[in-house]
């Protein structure tokens, strides 16, 4: 008896004695981010991995006063320091160059001598939009070069056409002339197979100024055969909360869903996570064959609760980190009227939410929905963040075409960071103007602003316009070079391909019928943007343009036609019958 008597007061004083220190403290980045999820290893401790919390901190019981710990964390500096348990550490974890560079504004082109007074923010109906500046007309003499980033968003068309459905005005930062651009772009042929871009340009006139021609370039990016698109690994991030209860919310975002599980094959994978009130994963990593379960489990959600957007992106890509399918196509897909109203609200704290995701390689689509609170500007910032892009739903053939019929080139890269450069021959254009592409307010105002480039999906068909004054001279052959420098998905690596584009003038009368759509849509654009370049050009002149460019037997082009005819009821007094406004 007083042995065991003596073996437990020994024990009691070896556990109390054995773990008498505490080390403390925080990890932030050099930013001032709280960084959550740093593994600490502390030489006393061996091989067994400490985390940080949430808010970036971190307490670990020690049998000494010092240790020596190594943290580590993707996209950061691993670190190594002897850290005393009397202080309170606060360390700061240094960003590799790739992060610091995600964290800077991004750019959609490099265009000089924007004034950011310029821009108009809209606020109506409490929906939100990035307040943009369009672009100039610059001296080629001064800056012969510009860039852009290439992308295949298209969320403006389909949202422009909600507002003018509804005889309603659009507001004027909805208006994104190169997403609109995009929404057409599938009905160019696209026969490129190999695994390089390619590309055609035409110089023609330009409508709203005869002074001046237009330059237009098709970039084709390469087709996947599909027979060999590689498995997808999709989890679905779906909003269901109150703000979903609506028709052409919850509803409709079910009947999208259920149209691209039709679609889906043995080797994908789907998972569904969903927020409303709480997060929740509705279905674990689920083969595409069982389409009878996935489909049960989209109709039963309901609508209801608050929105927890925060903590329901963190558990979605963890889901798909999860189940990531080396070389293939892992890809978060949220949908959401974009309402993040509990957790990380702004656009600059969802933005440093995303980019941490973004170095595991999993991409980010956005599809949003809704009216009356949409949030357009967060929606485009997380897909931009995310290495993804971005699509507004208003019905369900708007679903399917982006789902099921541009299925391929919505949800497949085959190329990301892409970004277009051209320099024009200054003995040809005095000066130019790229129309689309439009900066952000707040990315013009930051000068460690930088441009970042975009995701493009298989068989995209991207349009660079460019308005152009031509030298009274005898033009040369040549008229600019472009350059495009992006990340292969195909072959993973860096690729640069060139272009020499011709001075390969047509009147617009004869060129072919896609090209004077093209046009039709960007004056369209510009008009609804109330942009001062095409003030004289009237919609009666627009309808004659788009007469000649559509087919009476394609419903999307026939539509465009019909936007335009009520947009000319909406903002022309004269044709309405009573003022409408928002």
Known sequence: MYRLLIILISFFYTTNTGAQYYLRGEIKDNRGKKLEGVNIHLKSKGTVPFFSGKDGDFGIPLNKSEDSIFLSLPGYEPTRILAYTSLFQQIVLEMLPSTARLYQ????????????????????????????????????????????????????????????????????????????????????????????????????????????????????????????????????????????????????????????????????????????????????????????????????LSANGDTPGENAI??????????????????????TDGDFNVGQRTEKELEDLIVGYKEYGISLTCLGVGMGNYKDSKLETLSKKGNGNFAYIDQIAEAEKVLVKEFTSTLFSVAKNTILQIAFNKEVVTAYRLIGFDNKKDAISDSSATLIGGEIGSGHVSLALFEIELTPNEIPHKIAEIKIAYESAINPSTQIQLFQLKNNYIPIDLVDSATRRAITIAAFAGILRKSKYTRDFTYSEIMSLAATAYNPLNPVQNELLYLIQKADKIYNTSKRKKPRIN
């Open 105 to 300: 504004k991004n750019l959609s082109s490099v265009i000089t001598d924007l004034k950011p007074a310029e821009t108009i923010q809209y606020a109506g109906m409490g929906e939100s939009y990035s307040g943009l500046i369009e672009n100039g007309f610059i001296k080629t003499n001064q800056y012969p070069q510009t860039g852009f980033s290439l992308n295949i968003d298209k969320a403006a068309f389909s949202n422009i056409r909600r507002f003018l459905i509804n005889e309603m005005f659009v507001p004027i930062d909805a208006v994104r002339t190169e997403e609109m651009l995009n929404y057409f772009s599938f009905e160019h042929s696209n026969k490129n197979t190999s695994q390089l871009f390619s590309m055609e340009s035409i110089v023609t006139d330009c409508p709203w100024n005869t002074k001046n021609k237009l330059l237009l370039a098709k970039v084709y990016a390469p087709k996947l055969n599909l027979e060999k698109i590689p498995p997808s690994n999709l989890v679905f991030l779906i909003d269901v909360s109150g703000s979903m209860d609506h028709p052409n919310r919850l509803s409709l975002l079910q009947s999208a869903f259920k149209l691209l599980t039709a679609n889906l094959r043995n080797i994908d994978t789907i998972s569904i996570v969903t927020y409303g009130g709480n997060v929740s994963i509705a279905l674990y990593p689920t083969s595409g064959t069982e389409k009878k379960i996935i489909n049960d489990v989209i109709d039963s």
């Open 314 to 335: 963190k558990v979605a890509y963890n889901l798909a980190k999860g189940s990531f399918i080396k070389g293939g196509n892992n890809r978060v897909i949220l949908a």
